[in-house]
């Protein structure tokens, strides 16, 4: 398949911006950061009005890795001394209990997700020890929904019967791509045998959802190890697929991002054909494109959610559900009160030593202003459901007219509808959603990086 764009508009457009998976976006936030008493205000606020109701959501960073992806841009520690397993895990169930005590009744928890990290570098013991250690200081909510991230090298089958037990219903396994080459330059190698015995046994232990993570614009990818990578990945028919842009950030430390360079990576329109050939190879398998880089089987909760527009997203991405409350749990972990952000210690050592002085261990955070809410609620409609409307008062910017504005070359490449009080995004637009967000971001707009900070938007 030859993919027919607009290689000016992909040239154009293609500029560093950010992913909204939260607004403002990190770099943005209040340099003074936010006052443990406000953190803790916006927590019981948020917990008080919706805990009897949507419940609340937990995330929960699991940093280690026995060995370093090239690619990865996360927090992590790259360890195979197992030994600091046990010392994590009860910090980890310190924090919540820190959260628990501060709140006026037992947390109802709609959603728990394990991200890392290697959240199955843990022993089946371990991990059994935590949930339930989180669960005895809390009730499971009717339509709770588990999950976990997973590396098929490193799950073993005790491992997924053991989370399933603990009422996990969905895993999530990083594949990025099955191409000798391109898995030597990030250091990701495992074979199709290994993730289909791993996606097999998910299947016969009881997983309703699976997910399969892939990455285009990889170094040394094109189209023909693309077209292995998708159809290796529609054999073993996942329930959901992320198809991610590689998001080159070199300069952030720590990332680890080397054993190739920018020469090896797929350029601007090339970059774009490769996600244009997997958005049509999992179309022909019958998959449904979510939000953006996401796509499902019509079956699966995702893809109901789009359809009744109740899909959300957040730091882990795009959910079926919103709940008003987020912790974050673990070192570097971000926690979304909706009304502020607040993001923990990025050291194992400082996570662990704030912790156990009885502090909660947010090193940052931001609390959200009127506009900010009212500006994160439009980013959301555009990212989640590529329309948003400024009908109802609470929903007008006295910045509409600038905004307006920024969007006009947008809407003179007819990328975008503008109606007198609402704003679509055309269907084959859909790449450049990041770039129609940015037109609403006042704060990027009021305070333009003078370094390299985001990925690239398309």
Partial sequence: MQYIGNSALIQKYNIPGPRYTSYPTVPFW???????????????????????????SLYIHMPYCESLCTFCACHKH???QHSVEDEYIDTVLKEWKLYVDLLDEKPSIAEIHLGGGTPTFFSSVNLKRMIEGILNHATRH??????FE??????????????????FNRTSFGIQDYDPTV???????????????????SRKIGFGSISHDIIFGLPHQNKENIKTTIANTVALRPDRIAY???????????VGQRGFDENDLPKDEYKRELYELGKQLFFEAGYEEIGMDHFSLPTDSLYKAMKNKTLHRNFMGYTPGKTKLMIGLGMSSISDSWYSFAQNEKRVEDYVNRVNEGKLPVFRGHLLTEEDLIVRQHILNLMCNLETSWKNDEMKLD???EILERLKEMKEDDLIE???????VKESSRMFVRNVCMAFDLRLANNQPEGKIFSMTI
Avoid at 30 to 39: C, T, Y
């Fill in 30 to 56: 209040d340099k003074e950061g936010i006052k443990e008493s406000d953190w803790e205000k916006t927590v019981k606020r948020s917990f008080n009005e919706s805990n009897g109701t949507e419940g609340i």
């Fill in 78 to 80: 790259i360890t195979k």
């Fill in 142 to 147: 009717e339509n709770y929904d588990f999950s």
């Fill in 150 to 167: 997973a590396h098929p090298n490193e799950t073993t089958e005790d491992q997924l019967q053991t989370l399933f037990d603990l009422g």
């Fill in 183 to 201: 898995q030597k330059a990030i250091n990701r190698i495992q074979t199709y045998e290994t993730v289909n015995r791993i996606n097999d046994m």
């Fill in 244 to 254: 991610y842009s590689y998001a080159h950030v070199p300069w952030i430390k720590g």
């Fill in 399 to 401: 910045s509409m007219p």
């Fill in 418 to 424: 503008v109606y007198e009080n609402r704003l679509v």
